[in-house]
């Protein structure tokens, strides 16, 4: 890749993509995120991948969106494709907000969840906000036994990340505890609410990717594709495409909102400010977890 804030290998029938910015806990930019499209685009164009598996580099699998580190790109444009919407870029409050959004955000992950060969999620270490939307388009997840996953942005006066899947992948009422407190859940915890398939020992986490991928490549490509499909088409059936479109609106409201009567959009929150907010630690150290959102 020519970006290397993602990094793409080849292991047999298995593509391997790593995000990595691990100075930052993963913390997802337009640059990563555009790496990340290449990524799956050329996972999914090549016939030799069965599968592919989604990682981060470092401690943690994703700290979130990038709302703080110095590689914040923001204001930059890139090559859209998620959908025909204009460019954020040169736009004011709500429609550059919205432009952005829907296309980096809420656009590129549905996207990637019609990638048309089944994708692993390889969790460790912080899943926070931005960083359940990378997992939750993968259709396995799984998490060593130290991970941990939390979604605080009702803090800023957002009902959630863009990517509003919480009611589908672990049930409203779950969904209402996990944003109302924004706590941290374990892995354990994960695996009960049905959100993860499997918690292994943080040391036999690759190794049971791995294990599970190849076993998962030796199905046919096209009973696979069209399984993936099934299940989501299923999923779409219950609501989850015209849920994620309503809250969408929501979430914009509330955007709007914040930069109304506020700081900014952010309600005036930044990486640090999102990390240091009285909460209930589980687990880990908190000093760990930059650029959350
Ligand atoms: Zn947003």
Redesign the pocket.
């Known amino acids: 890749m020519p970006d290397d804030v993602v990094r793409y290998a080849v292991d047999g029938p298995i593509a391997r993509v790593t995000m990595n910015r691990p100075e930052f806990g993963n913390a997802q930019n337009s640059a990563m995120t555009y790496a990340l499209d290449d990524a799956f685009y050329r996972a999914a164009a090549d016939d030799e991948i069965a599968v592919v598996v989604l990682a981060g580099a470092g401690r943690h699998f994703s700290a979130g969106h990038d709302i703080g580190t110095p590689g914040r790109d923001i204001d930059r444009s890139f090559d859209r494709r998620a959908g025909l919407w204009w460019d954020h870029v040169g736009k004011f409050g709500g429609d550059s907000?919205y432009a952005r959004?829907q296309e980096v955000?809420l656009g590129m992950c549905r996207r990637w969840r019609e990638l048309p060969k089944p994708m692993i999620a390889q969790v460790h270490g912080a899943c926070i906000a931005g960083g359940l939307m990378l997992a939750w388009v993968c259709d396995l997840i799984v998490a060593a036994a130290d991970a941990f996953f939390a979604d605080p942005v009702v803090r800023m006066g957002?009902p959630g990340?863009?990517y509003f899947a919480h009611p589908w992948v672990m049930g409203p009422r779950h969904a209402k505890e996990f944003l109302f407190l924004g706590e941290r859940i374990g892995a354990a915890r994960a695996y009960q609410l049905g959100m993860i398939n499997r918690v292994v020992p943080p040391e036999d986490l690759a190794a049971e990717v791995t294990t599970l991928a190849t076993k998962i490549s030796a199905m046919p490509r096209l009973g696979l594709a069209l399984t993936k499909k099934a299940v989501n088409q299923a999923e779409d059936a219950m609501g989850l495409q015209v849920g994620m479109d309503s809250v969408f609106g929501l979430?914009?409201l509330a955007?709007a909102h914040n930069a109304e009567v506020g700081a900014d959009?952010l309600a005036g929150h930044d990486a640090r400010s999102m990390r240091d907010a009285p909460q209930r630690h589980e687990q880990g150290d908190r000093d760990q977890q930059p650029g959350e959102r």
């Open positions: 907000r959004e955000y957002i990340v863009e979430h914009h955007h959009s």
